[in-house]
Nanobody, 120 residues
Framework: QVQLVESGGGLVQAGGSLKLSCTAS????????MGWYRQAPGKQRELVAV???????TYADSVKGRFTLSSDRVEKTVYLQMNNLKPEDTAVYYC??????????????WGRGTQVTVSS
């Protein structure tokens, strides 16, 4: 069974940095896409950054130049380095992955989320 496990959230002052990580565990054939979404209180979940396998990363306009997504395909891990954090970055951050299982079934997975709080 595939699971996504996130870590690295926390409380930081505005202008500070945090690094999130997400590791996919379980038996799988391939990871087709992996990235991060976030959901602030009272708002819809939104894309932060996503990296399709073998393709460039797409970033939300609000985080361009401040956030960097990187990945280690061997370790099945994706990272989100967040610099110059702003109070409006406060949200629950969710790891997301499009994974093909060993029976060739393709499915979208979500992590449980990690809280990021930026104080002003």
């Amino acid at each position: 069974q595939v699971q996504l496990v996130e870590s690295g959230g926390g409380l930081v002052q505005a202008g500070g940095s945090l690094k999130l990580s997400c590791t996919a565990s379980g038996t799988m054939l391939s990871i087709n896409r992996m990235g991060w979404y976030r959901q602030a209180p009272g708002k819809q979940r939104e894309l932060v950054a996503v990296q399709p396998a073998g393709a460039d990363t797409t970033y939300a306009d609000s985080v361009k130049g401040r956030f960097t997504l990187s990945s280690d395909r061997v370790e099945k891990t994706v990272y989100l380095q967040m610099n110059n954090l702003k109070p409006e970055d406060t949200a629950v951050y969710y790891c997301n992955a499009d994974i093909t299982s060993t029976n060739y079934y393709r499915r979208n997975y979500w992590g449980r989320g990690t809280q990021v709080t930026v104080s002003s």
